[in-house]
């Protein structure tokens, strides 16, 4: 059995998804939890289970050199693929370019419908059946990159965004360890 492949997660707040991912390492290890707000929920609660954790905010020192950091301490950790959860920070095209093809996100989406922010209120105001999420290669382009898998959840009468979010959620951390898996064993 070969070693398991080595995963970073990046987080901004609450690490939900973080937490399903963690939880439902089978076929990857997670070797860092790295974050770009130091009070982020999720770095208190990686930190509790013992993992490895980053989190320094580019405030103060620039993206330039918060990227430079936060490269290295992925390296570091020997990390071979980062998974995007919940980072709401645009990596910079020199950052994705070093990473090419071994950054992974979830979007709150049927990809490629809604890209960017409000994905919920979109798909409501547009009057969708179904709405969903999808893990997505990262690339330059903001959610853009190809797409590796996609969850269904249906848009229900009187849904608000909030509401239509928390079903999505519930998707969403199904949806990523399954992907994930797949795509650190592919
Ligand atoms: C998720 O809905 C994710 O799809 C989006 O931001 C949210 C993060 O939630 N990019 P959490 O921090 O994983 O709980």
Known sequence: MPDKQRVAILISGR??????????AEAYEVVLVASDKPDAAGVAWAEAR???TFALSPRGIGKVA???????????????TIALAGYMRLLSDDFVAKWRGRIVNIHPSLLPKYKG???HARAIAAGDAVAGCSVHVVTEELDGGTV??????????????DALAARVLIAEHALYPRILAEFVQR
């Open 66 to 80: 918060y990227e430079a950091a936060l490269d290295a301490a992925l390296r570091a950790a020997g990390t071979k």
């Open 117 to 119: 922010l409000d994905t």
């Open 50 to 52: 013992g993992l490895r």
């Open 15 to 24: 690490g939900s998804n973080m937490m399903a991912l963690v939880e439902m």
């Open 148 to 161: 590796l898998g996609r969850a269904e959840v249906p848009i229900l009468p009187g849904d608000d965004a």
